[in-house]
């Protein structure tokens, strides 16, 4: 191998945004579809909806998707990040100093308490619950920033004590459900951090976010995961000379070690030599870091240029360029220190989590994240205008009063501030896997109709927000397992998938017969969008209806834009249209039309109250754009 090629594979190789529509049915590799699904499809071309298919942030082939989930799973679970770059480390550092080493590479929470700690004190009264939680929570790190959002008289245990029994109890599924988060952590992670991106776009880095169903703070553990794989806490650089030479000893070299240890917290480096006069293609390597005990220099080792090349696609690797003339530690030091300053990210909101049941709350507090409150009563926690972001996701249609609690999350938001409502199309394919298959096999059953966008969008202008756009997102399961695991993906996928939906009495012996029903079910064929089943990898995809909106503020509060003027009429002529001349349009099937149109007089999921107050409120003027939602409306 020449100079040229080892210099090529210096640069990383990170995963890219999705391709154009056209080249989908053309990469064999592709698992994701970036096509609208036949349900948005129909939304879109019968009915008018300005429904669009949300870009993903990253690639959907197979080799990223399986590379990428099991860097996250190794993140989160507490695995060394990656197995080959873990070898190299403990090669290099002494044995001493791995151990204090292993956990730059990690998602660490706090644990605000042991498992069944909280059970017990809650069982002892709610005066020593609420002290309890009020002293450790303000020793938490996991609560630093979020302070300014809450109110003073909030009271943390307290709102324990009315919460509903949900879905998730402790007695029900969700005792499984958490325990395969444990081992499954990034099953969700390509629609996650679609999400993601949608709630953080435009918003202060430093803002705090709110997940009103965030249960044990899987969202919060993919956004620290991801983030930690974008600082790469290992940079790796060449150097001419032998830099370690005069050793690292001297008073000036620990004052700036210690200088970059308080500004870069864990920074480590892999310092590359010159290639070996005898052309031999061996480099010599040395780690370079600061710790716990201070400066740490690593024993030297030789590394052939085929292992730089493999050390080169991983995602925890930052790379200096070029070849740098050093003479010392210190000039060292200080090249990558100043290199870390550029590449670590400075992103770093927080997500503060939430649900509506008794047992995630628990759950997350194992987690050590910030969390309590019911989502429909979030203003007695939370201050009025403070949060940046609030989303809805996966269990939006367990919130019984969506309509108040939308004008709950308008209250908590500053002006400017984004809200992100996720849900699963009922008349999809994913509505089929809730009404006919975890329904009747769950323990807890799952007799819940889904959010579909036009009642989303009904509710986000009723609760006063603007800016709504409406979106198609894939978000589908996968599960990956190393080459080495024991294990295979089939079973993991099957093990989750029963225990987080309770199924696992249902189908617990009858594996095979479970993954057909996934296979005929969640799948996508006029897309070719269509799940995998195999050794290292499993892919399943779904699809779900996103809606985002922003609270607006000072003098454009009462205005509508011409898009939403035009999205309001479109609305308006939906919920007046005959429900026969819509039908129609399009050839659906019985069970789709009688959730459009209810006997009880239901459209597109809205109540026959929500439509009265729909009505009155898009017959009323709404400041200067008023005249143009009317001549909207006219040509509509």
Request: proline share 5%; net charge negative; charged share 25%.
């Amino acid at each position: 191998m020449n100079e040229s090629n080892v210099q090529a594979a210096k640069l990383p190789r990170i995963p890219a945004s999705a391709p154009s529509h056209g080249a989908a049915h053309h990469d064999e590799s592709r698992l994701t579809r970036p096509e609208l699904s036949g349900e948005a499809v129909r939304l879109r071309d019968g009915f008018g909806l300005p429904i669009r298919l949300l870009p993903q942030p990253r690639e959907g082939t197979r080799a990223v998707l399986r590379d990428y989930t099991l860097s996250l799973n190794r993140l989160i679970s507490g695995l060394v990040c990656d197995a080959q770059v873990w070898a190299l480390v403990e090669r290099c550092l002494p044995p001493t100093c791995a151990a204090d080493f292993e956990g730059l590479f990690k998602v660490r929470f706090d644990p605000l308490w042991e498992r069944g700690e909280l059970e017990a004190l809650h069982s002892q009264g709610a005066t020593l619950l609420r002290q309890e939680w009020g002293r450790r929570a303000a020793e938490s790190r996991r609560w630093s920033g979020a302070s300014a959002i809450f109110r003073n008289d909030h009271d943390l245990a307290g709102v324990w004590e009315g919460l509903p029994v949900g879905d998730f109890d402790i007695s029900g599924r969700g005792k499984d459900y958490t325990t395969g988060m444990e081992y499954f952590q990034a099953a969700r992670a390509f629609g996650i951090e679609c999400l993601l991106d949608l709630l953080e776009q435009s918003q202060d880095p430093q803002g705090v976010y709110l997940d009103v169903l965030g249960g044990d703070g899987y969202i919060l553990r993919i956004l620290e995961a991801s983030r930690k794989m974008r600082e790469r806490r290992l940079v790796v650089l060449w150097v001419k000379g032998d830099p370690f030479a005069g050793g690292a000893d001297s008073p000036e070299v620990q004052a700036l070690a210690e200088e970059i240890q308080a500004k870069v917290e864990g920074l480590l480096a892999l310092v590359l030599s010159a290639p070996a006069a005898d052309g031999n293609g061996l480099r010599q390597a040395r780690l370079l870091g600061t710790g716990p005990a201070g400066l740490l220099v690593g024993e030297p080792v030789a590394l052939r240029e085929s292992d730089l090349l493999d050390l080169s696609t991983k995602p925890f690797l930052a790379w200096i360029e070029g070849e740098h003339e050093l003479r010392d530690l210190a000039s060292l030091l200080r090249l990558i220190h100043d290199h870390a300053e550029r590449a670590v990210d400075g992103h770093r909101p927080l997500i503060v989590t939430n649900d509506i049941s008794p047992h995630m709350f628990y759950s997350a507090g194992l987690w050590g994240l910030p969390t309590r409150e019911d989502a429909r009563r979030l203003s007695r926690t939370f201050n009025e205008g403070s949060l940046h972001g609030v989303l809805y996701a996966y269990g939006t249609h367990h919130v019984t009063e969506i309509e108040p609690s939308l004008r709950e999350a308008f209250r908590i938001l500053r002006p400017g501030g984004r809200i992100v409502v996720h849900d699963f199309l009922d008349e999809g394919q994913v509505g089929k896997w809730f009404h006919e298959i975890v329904d009747k096999h769950s323990r807890t059953g799952h007799d819940f109709a889904h959010l579909g966008p036009i009642e989303i969008a009904v509710y986000l202008f009723l609760a006063g927000f603007r800016d709504v756009d409406l979106y198609e997102m894939e978000d589908p399961f996968i599960f990956s397992v190393p080459d080495s695991s024991s294990t295979n993906a089939r079973d993991v996928a099957c093990t989750y998938l029963l225990g987080m939906y309770g199924m696992t009495q249902s189908f617990g012996g009858e594996r095979e017969r479970f993954e057909q029903i996934v296979a005929q079910i969640l799948t996508y064929p006029e897309i070719n969008n269509v799940p995998l089943f195999a050794p290292d990898l499993v892919y399943i995809p779904r699809r779900a209806a996103v809606a985002t909106a922003t609270r607006p503020g000072g003098e454009t509060a009462d205005r509508v834009s011409a898009e939403d003027a035009s999205l309001i009429a479109l609305l308006d002529k939906l919920l007046s249209a005959d429900p026969q001349e819509l039908l129609d349009r399009q050839a659906v099937a019985p069970e789709v039309a009688a959730r459009w149109f209810g006997e009880d007089g239901r459209r597109w999921g809205l109540s026959r109250e929500a439509q009265r107050s729909w009505f009155e409120w898009s017959g009323r003027p709404r400041g200067r754009s008023q005249e143009d939602a009317q001549d909207s409306r006219r040509s509509s």
